[in-house]
């Protein structure tokens, strides 16, 4: 865990650098130079600077203990920097490697053709597992690829470098990320705000173009969204924002994946349930939605160029995450202006112990009526959704898939209070898609032009994608204002009325919405 309470130790560390061996009176930290290394004129050091003394303190270090404690607070504070490892000097770069110890480690990429030998990593304590490197560079520096390879044959990304990215040969770390290409940013160890829950990495998307202000989504499964290698493919969330923004279908944006921890079922749930594992499991989603709005959001924010007001965040999640993203914008409109929900675990609360649902939930208290809220599924009804045990959620067809039944009661729940279908409410099915990061990743396009939608949005292909329960429902979705206009994404049909002042109903034949209506009375 980050231990964010060491504020001072850039001191410590350059003061323990400015004395000499034997200085330490005992086994204690050694005595103090007060005109320490690197802060000339009450300029603080960089963090090269804090590299070198932190390299030139450890030998002298009165114990292992010290010498653990200064690494941890030189990572704590530089990774946390505004820069991040690897640290980037005028024509040096500065490497470190912190963990186990490595036969022999060295660092390769594209400041030295990629040669596995031409940068070994230097220890300075035999037995401590910290090195580093200081390389020199010529200047200016492109986009910059690297990796550490151990024993000139294991190739791996740094686990702390500041930005990375994914390739045909896995990750990747950068030095530095180019200018017209997105990457993403890491921040291990995050705790700002958790309370008691556990402290997990963020990870940021940071779009090609990346001047602000920017909306931001964040997403929770944070660890699925990104690793092309991750759990089904992953999302790939990076190559569909990259290619919805190139087209200018989806405007710049930012993502921050959230990744779980072994309390998903804890965190992401608003009620305990009994859910057959043992003892029943959840009720910990207030305390997960004040870590996102009041940890994560004021820590990106203050770091990138945010639309920082709750119409620019929106906050995603599939199965249980779907449902703790809607709990998040429920409790904390705030902070968040959009949830959405794939495949959303909708039924929780009734599954065991007939506690109350969200969709209970949210008719005692509605939520705040400037939400917009996404809700999709894959599956299908399996024949008619019924209530057969009583518990008022239609989720008791044997064969309804993938929470096809709970997702429509979720939104036939909002219609009751209000909430319009193509205006704040975004209602979708992908007819028999399976419940798993496959699927979801071939639906996030169209949720992130339902949100973000650019100058290049056009006439969305629903073909099998519509709102369950009613054919009659079912329209093709037009582009039909400017970006920005709230008007942006509204649907119609021959006869619609709907649409900004001046606008002309999108001209669908009579002949196509009979198609329309025959192939959803067909399904």
Known sequence: MRRSHRLLWPTSLLLLAACGPGDSGGDGPPRADPDGPGEEDGEPASDMELLEALVEALPDAGSDADRRDLVEDFLDAVVYGEQGLPIREEGRIGFAWWGDEPSALTVAGDFNGWDPSAEPLVQPVPGLPFLYAVVDVDEPLPRTLYKFVRDGAEWTADPRARRYGYDGYGEHSLVEPGEGVSHLQRWPGFSGGAGDLSARDLAVYVPAEAEGPLPVLYLQDGQNLFDPEGPWG????????????????????????????????????????????????????DEYAAFLADGVVPFVDARYPTLAEPSGRAVLGSSLGGLASFFAAWARPDRFGHAGAMSGTFGWGSIGLGGPTLMAEFAAAPPDPALRFYLDSGGGDGGGCRDADGDGVRDDTPGAEDNYCETLDMAETLRALGFQDEEDLFHRWAPGASHDEAAWAERLPGVLETWFPGPGSQPSPMGEVWTPGDPWRRRRAWDMAGPGHPARGWWAHPGSNRGPAGYEPAALTAELWAREVDGARGS
């Open 234 to 285: 992953g999302w790939r969330a990076s190559e569909a924002a990259d290619a919805a923004i190139a087209s200018g279908v989806v405007a710049p944006f930012l993502m921050v994946g959230i990744p779980n921890t072994e309390d998903r079922f804890d965190e992401y749930t608003h009620v305990p349930d009994d859910i057959g594992i043992g003892e029943p499991v959840g009720g910990r989603a």
